[in-house]
């Protein structure tokens, strides 16, 4: 298992090595997100572990939370890293569907989804269950590619032989969305990644 969690590690660190020649740090754009983030307290979920690239860097700065996907294989990738770093204990893993989460209503004081929009058929459906699991004055914070990211993934997928699934990203459905629920919005972004952050 060690082995396996070093050869993981290593390639992450290979993947982002390459996502830099075209541009992309995939530790620099995380940490950009996670400072709009701050401060974070109470009860953490993330939703769409996807690999942990965004888990790595919350269990890095010391957080303790709870990390869910729809993939098995997917999330395995993200514990490997946090396993390789010593970290595996900082986060609770769990296979679960985000249209249909099995938490119960205010749960969590933080629920963060990174780069996971885009890939969801119903991203209002799945913000539904954002806001059922928020605990009152917490805060979801929702982070995604701008145009112009998705054009720099979709260059590196194409290098890779591979095709990146996206559907449309609507941030200002999600904002009306919130606002409706009572919701304060912040906005912020960078040349890669938008972030809204509801807070009650």
């Known amino acids: 298992m060690d082995l396996l ?4 590690y290593q390639e992450y660190l290979e993947k982002n090595k390459f996502y830099r020649k075209f541009g992309y740090d995939i530790e620099a754009e995380r940490n950009f997100i996670l400072d709009k983030a701050k401060p974070l307290s109470g009860d953490i979920l993330e939703v769409g572990t996807g690999k942990g690239s965004f888990t790595v860097i919350l269990a890095k700065r010391g957080y303790n939370f709870v990390s869910v996907d729809a993939s098995y294989d997917q999330q395995k990738i993200g514990y490997l890293k946090l396993k390789h770093l010593s970290l595996d204990n900082q986060v609770i893993f769990k296979i679960e569907n985000a249209e249909n989460l ?3 209503d205010k749960s969590f004081s933080t629920v963060i989804s990174v780069n996971m929009i885009h890939h969801l058929d119903d991203p209002l459906k799945v913000v539904n269950e954002f806001t059922r699991v928020l605990k009152s004055k917490g805060k979801i914070l929702l982070a995604d590619f701008t145009k112009e990211g998705l054009e720099v993934i979709n260059k ?3 290098q890779r032989g591979n095709r990146h699934r996206t559907e449309r990203i609507d941030f200002s459905e999600l904002e009306k969305y919130f606002s409706q629920k009572g919701f304060k919005l912040e906005r912020y972004r960078d040349k890669f990644q938008k972030i809204l952050l509801a807070c009650h």
């Open 102 to 104: 099995s938490f119960k």
């Open 156 to 158: 590196i997928h194409l």
């Open 5 to 8: 969690a070093k050869q993981t």
